[in-house]
């Protein structure tokens, strides 16, 4: 499972269509999730790596390992955000999760994170990233997706 918010119908479609073919190829589901508010997900992204954020992703883990074809094992992969929520949600023991792989990431914010170093906001980093995932967030879902609904659906 790679669980991000940056909209896999468009944000990430290109990279994706490379990825998780590969691990298809090797006898593994792949399953791109956006994030709550994200993409084509119902809900408001409120900020980065809320408890909300971690239960949700739990739920989906729990959802995907219940499914027929799946072993009951599920292992989550992830680069920066995909990363930081995989470590955040392996500190939870869910059952179900297997393994993580991550990249770009920390599990310490406060002294190693893109947007911060030892506690302080890198400023000209935080403008480009929040204006770009205002930018995101602000479009609709995908009515290919999500029908008709989408029109009632306001982001920001």
């Given at each position: 499972?790679?669980y ?5 119908n ?11 073919p590969?691990f ?8 791109r999730?956006?994030?709550r ?14 408890p909300?954020?971690?239960s ?12 027929a074809?799946c072993?009951g094992?599920v292992?989550?992969?992830g ?14 023991d869910?059952p ?8 770009c990431?920390?599990?310490?914010r406060?002294?190693?994170?893109v ?11 935080m ?8 930018a ?6 995908d ?9 009632d659906?306001?982001?920001?």
């Amino acid at each position: 499972m790679e669980y991000l918010p940056y909209r896999k119908n468009d944000g990430t479609v290109v990279r994706d269509a490379l990825r998780h073919p590969w691990f298809a190829g090797h006898g593994y589901v792949s399953v791109r999730v956006d994030m709550r508010g994200c993409g084509d997900s119902d809900g408001f992204l409120a900020d980065e790596y809320l408890p909300l954020e971690q239960s949700d992703g739990l739920e989906v883990l729990s959802w995907i390992a219940a499914q027929a074809w799946c072993t009951g094992k599920v292992g989550m992969s992830g680069k920066s955000w995909g990363g930081f929520n995989s470590l955040q949600i392996v500190a939870h023991d869910p059952p179900e999760l297997g393994g993580i792989i991550t990249l770009c990431s920390t599990d310490d914010r406060y002294s190693d994170d893109v947007h911060y170093r030892g506690g302080c906001v890198l400023a000209e980093k935080m403008l480009y990233w929040s204006s770009t995932m205002l930018a995101y967030d602000a479009r609709p879902p995908d009515p290919k997706y999500v029908g008709e609904r989408w029109r009632d659906r306001s982001r920001v």
